[in-house]
Nanobody
Framework: QVQLVESGGGLVQPGGSLRLACTAS????????MGWYRQAPGKQRELVAL???????TYGDSVKGRFTISRDNAENTVYLQMDSLKFEDTAVYYC?????????WGQGTQVTVSS
């Protein structure tokens, strides 16, 4: 069993930055893939960014060039640096982990971009 705990959400003005973190715990070794999805009110959950333990990264089209994902494999922690934030980035951000053929989700952290 994998538990995911997110931190770092909050309120930010357009053009600002936030950094999210998610740490996995449990009786686990290195997690294969960790990353982030988001869900805005009335919309489907969408991919933000994923990173494999070997370093391969995947980004959603709407965040390319503005968000950066990184990992600390030893700590099973994934980070999301969000720059140049826009109103449309407002959503609940969910940490995601793929480990031993199972998918795990965090409880979500709210990111609100507002002036």
């Amino acid at each position: 069993q994998v538990q995911l705990v997110e931190s770092g959400g909050g309120l930010v003005q357009p053009g600002g930055s936030l950094r999210l973190a998610c740490t996995a715990s449990g009786n686990i070794f290195t997690i294969s893939v960790m990353g982030w999805y988001r869900q805005a009110p009335g919309k489907q959950r969408e991919l933000v960014a994923l990173m494999a333990s070997g370093g391969r990264m995947t980004y959603g089209d709407s965040v390319k060039g503005r968000f950066t994902i990184s990992r600390d494999n030893a700590e099973n922690t994934v980070y999301l640096q969000m720059d140049s934030l826009k109103f449309e980035d407002t959503a609940v951000y969910y940490c995601n982990a793929y480990y031993e053929e199972s998918l795990y989700w965090g409880q979500g952290t709210q990111v609100t971009v507002s002036s």
